[in-house]
Structures are given as C-alpha cells and as structure tokens.
C-alpha cells in the first residue's frame, strides 16, 4: 500500500469507498454463490469447540462466525481469495498462476498466506484450529475440496477453515471473563 | 499450546486465571517500572496519523492505546517480552541467549515476532508504521534505544512501536464508518 | 490448500507444473514488463545496508535479490500480486475490489499480506527494513507508487519493498558465520 | 530489535557472538536435556509425509530436520521458547506470567507465535501441517504434552510440532524441481 493519505473529509465520509456494513454483504451474498453460508460455516464453530464448552449453542457459533466477518481485513481476504477462485475457473489469469491456481498445487502457499491474516484477527490461539480444520476437512470444508467440474477452490477452503478457526478463537476468548 | 481446556465451569469462572481487566492493570504498572506511559505512547501515534488526519487529538490516541492493551494477545506479549528483558538484566538467562538479548543482537528477531503478533491484532496495515517507527525510533522508541547502565530494552522497544503502530491502525480503522 | 498430494513420480518429475528455475524467468520477465529491474531493486537494498556494512559491491545487492526471487515462496507471491494489480488495471476484478485495488485503498492490507509472506523467508528481522522503505519509498518503490496514466501498482510496490528488505536481511545473515 | 549495527570487521569475526555451527550444537544439546532427539522429531516428519512420498526415508528426514535447525531464527525460537519454561519450572517468572506459562494456559497464544516462526522459515505450506501436529499431537509432541512432574513443556511442544512442519515442508519443496 501507499502510506495512508486523507482521502476522506474530517467528517468521515468515504464518497467511493463501501462501508463495512455494504462489504460484510457483499462477502455474505459471494460466499452463498460459492456453495458457502455463514450456518456451514458454523456447525465447523461447533464441532470444534463443543467438547471445551459444553453449553455452546448454534446460536453463539454463528454470531461469532458473523463478528469474525464483520472485519474489514477479513472482508478484504475473502474478496481477495474469492476472485482469484473465480478467474482461475474462467481463465483470465495467466500462465502459469493459472494452472497453479487451478491445481490447487500443494506448493502454492498463498492460500494459506491469506487465511493466516484472517485467522490472527483474534489471535495466534486460532493457528491450531486452522490447521487441523484444514488438514481434516470438517463439513463444508470437506465438501468444498472434493466439489468437481471445473469449480476451483483453492483459496475458498482455507478461507472457510480459517474464518471458522477465528470464530473458534473468539469464543474461547468471550468465555474468559 | 495444548488443544483448549474446559479449565473453568460453565458459569465462566475461571479461578487462578487473572481476568482481562486485572493483566491490562498489571501490563500498564510494569511498562511504567520500565519507563513507559501510556500517554508517551499515544505521542507517538498522533505523531504517525496526525497528517492523515489534521483533527486528531491526543485524547483519542490514547483511548486507542488503552483498547489495543485491553487485548489478552497484546497483554501476553507484553508481559512476555518485558519478562525477558529483565531476567537479562538480572543475568538469570543462561548463555548464550543471555548475551543475545543483552547486546539486541541484530539477527535475534525474536522482537519482531512479538511485536508482529502485537500489529496482526489490527490488520496487517499497521505493518509499515510498526517497521517505519522501529526504524525512525520515533519519541519514547528513541529514549528505550537509547538508555544505558545495563538497562536491557530489547523487547521493549520493538513491543511499544507494535502497540504504537497497531494504534494508528486501529484509528484508521475507526474512522472509515 | 488441499494436503499435498503425490502429484508426481517417486523419480521426481512433475508433469505440468514449472520447475522452480522457469518460474524465476518468468518472474523476471514479469517484473521487467512492469517497469521493474532486478538492478533497481538491488540499488535499495545496498541504499539499506552500506551504512552498516562498508565493502557491500552492487555484485552481492544484485545476487541476494536473485536469491530471494528463487525461492518458490517469493515467486508465487510476486506472480498473485502482479496478477491482481494487471486485473485491475484492466477491469476485470468485480466491485467493490476492483475500487479497492485500482485505488490502493489504505486499509485494503493484502498488499502488506502478500509481502510479508515475502520478508519472512528470511526470518523476521526483515520486518523493520521493509516498514521502512514501504513509508519511505525509496528508489524504484518511489517511482512506482507515482506512476500515474491508469497504471495499479497495489501489490508491486509493497512486494519490490519486500523482496529488498529479504535480500537485505539475507546479507546481515550471510556476513555473521 | 534496534537497527543493525556494525558489530564486526569486514572479515566477518564477530567475537563474543556464536557462530551457527555453535548454536546448532547449543540447540540440539538444550533438545535432548528436555527429552527431545533429533531422530524423534524426524519420526514425525515421516509419518506426515509418507502418505505423499513412499519412497522417503528415515535418514531423509533426519537430514531435513538438521537442515531446519541450522536456521539462527530458528535455533533463536528453541533457545527462546525453552528458556521460557525453564524459568517457569523454576519459578523465576512473575506472576501473573508463571502460572500462565506453568499451566499452559490455553488462551496464552506465544507459544504459537514462536512455533509460527519456524514454521514460516519453509514458507506458509508448513501452517497446515503445524496445526494438525499440534492438535494430534503426534509422536513426540504428545510425549511432552503428557510429561508430568512439574516439568513444563508449553513452549516445546508447539516448537518440536512447528520444526516438523517446516522439516515436511521442505521435504515437500526438495521433492519439486
């Protein structure tokens, strides 16, 4: 990035600049088109957490799975992620990103990159629960990687296990006083 | 770590655990046994945002220093990182990383590493104010850098620019609605 | 990303995926179409450390900053950021990332993301030097964040910042045996 | 840390600092008085890899495992991390950071922060691994964590897990041309 420059008056409105209100919308609506709802993302909260806090309701994991998207880093990650999923399914990167992309090749790592920054917005606590979510593929997760027919994924999965690794994180932090 | 453990009841009492409040009380008492304020601090994050945004006031750095420490992340770094600067101090590090931490070696980097886990918790925008201040050694930075007599403050100063430049970022943050 | 999978033969031939020496090509030819030499990129990374090491040749600037880009970490990092800042330029992001990153929006941070994964190749001391010629701007990152005439340089300039300061710290750890 | 100084001649002595070699020796003498060998750490790595490279050997990641550990960032994270429960074993921490670090309390979130460190040295393709190792605690790292007797390994086991992660890493980016 530049240096931040004062693209705002004092009073600060943001003419051309979404909201984080309007981004958090638009992240919701593009993560339904891509087979994904905030309640899947939730049941992954759930099942996670459930043996630590036995009270934990549905409820609870998908109003912290919806305070984790209420982020704007988080927001820009998903954008970000998103739409490079969706120019590799349509062809619009080059090569070779493309066939990288599309591969979902192992050595790729900014996949990763881009869930880490999701995931330390509540803290390093939630890396294990990422990579555990990642490598064991829990719900949606799980369906998202084995989804076919030229759909790619790649950064969608990570994005999934990660968020839900931060709702998992925040949780634990609420219930300590 | 080890996988979280349902170490408190339900009702969320978690008895030995200090709460939130009590560490962010006993992170300010010890940044001020080391020199530190939290106004000196704010100093520094007017000194950052103030040409972005020319209506700054002191009030607010400092009620955005106070949030970033009211963080149990921001906290444990803290605690953590102090701790090892004054067990150097005293000479109660074994060798060698006893005369690493005494002399800041330069290839150590364990600072930055805490002091990044400290920027993450805002984004990672604060990132280039963290590296610009750990460089530029803006106000208190500068005094820590520069204090002798066998006063150890490798952690600390690192530790103050990331509380410094998580500050600002959170202030950016705050002001796009 | 998915776990890795056995997507080659034990021999070690990967059928469709780059080596490592093809993607550095194409990294460099990349870069160069974006108005970026490895020669100026080696020019801030001796304008960093001369001060601190006196005999340093443009010769070791130049080799370190190769270095750098062969690792197959920083390669990736650099084809994603270039892509997305082409993209943009083009419009083909859809909104509101296509604002976002044509106007390289202070809290966009993905930019700061994908140069971290970049800087932490070589440990984290490269953390400070790139905060400081991302602010700073020096040379070529300079030059980059004014170009102007539709051009979106998002990501290339934090990612120009970040392949410096990893050459750089690359150096400091090379010099201490 | 501050800015790097110049703390040796052009010839590269640097008297009063250990070389690598030197901490190397220092790091793995430190692994085994806690209980850790090389070789039980190279047992992690095979059975996370095995699955995707049949044809790996013991003595191949023993060799990666070396090669990780000749890292000074990460020999800096072991020396660190160690210490750290060392002096909490001891009692020479403060509170309230000795009872944090004494029951690896799991909201303490350092310990990952330093295993992130390592892991990342091999780039980000190690954070899935890690977070699995972690959370099954396979091999060695569950030895630690069931380690009883006023022994504390909070910090230790989250390194051994993020060596093998970084080890497997590599593995995995050697494998590639």
Redo the contacts between chains.
């Keep these: 990035?530049?240096?931040?420059?004062?693209?705002?008056d004092?009073a600060?409105?943001?003419p051309?600049?979404?909201?984080?209100?309007?981004?958090r919308a638009?992240v919701e609506r593009l993560l339904r088109t891509r087979g994904v709802t905030l309640e899947a993302i939730a049941d992954v909260v759930c099942a996670v957490?459930a043996?630590?806090?036995?009270?934990l309701t549905p409820a609870e994991c998908l109003l912290s799975v919806g305070t984790v998207l209420d982020?704007?880093?988080v927001q820009?990650?998903v954008?970000?992620g998103v739409?490079?999923d969706t120019?590799a399914e349509r062809g619009?990167?080059?090569e070779?990103?493309l066939?990288?992309v599309r591969?979902?090749?192992?050595?790729?790592?900014?996949?990763?990159?881009?869930?880490?920054?999701v995931t330390?917005?509540y803290?390093?606590?939630g890396?294990?629960?990422?990579?555990?979510?990642?490598?064991?593929k829990v719900g949606i997760i799980g369906r998202l990687?084995r989804s076919k027919g030229g759909q790619v994924h790649?950064f969608l999965?990570?994005l999934v296990a990660a968020v839900a690794a931060a709702a998992a994180a925040r949780i634990?932090?609420q219930?300590?006083?």
């Design positions: 990035m530049s240096v931040p420059v004062p693209m705002r004092v600060g409105e943001a051309g600049y979404p909201t984080s209100v309007e981004l638009e957490q043996p630590y806090f036995p009270d982020k704007r880093e820009h990650a954008l970000t739409a490079l120019l619009l990167l080059d070779p990103l066939s990288i591969s979902d090749d192992s050595l790729y790592g900014l996949d990763e990159v881009l869930a880490l920054a330390n917005i803290g390093s606590i890396l294990t629960n990422f990579g555990y979510l990642d490598k064991e990687n790649t999965d990570d634990a932090h219930r300590r006083p």
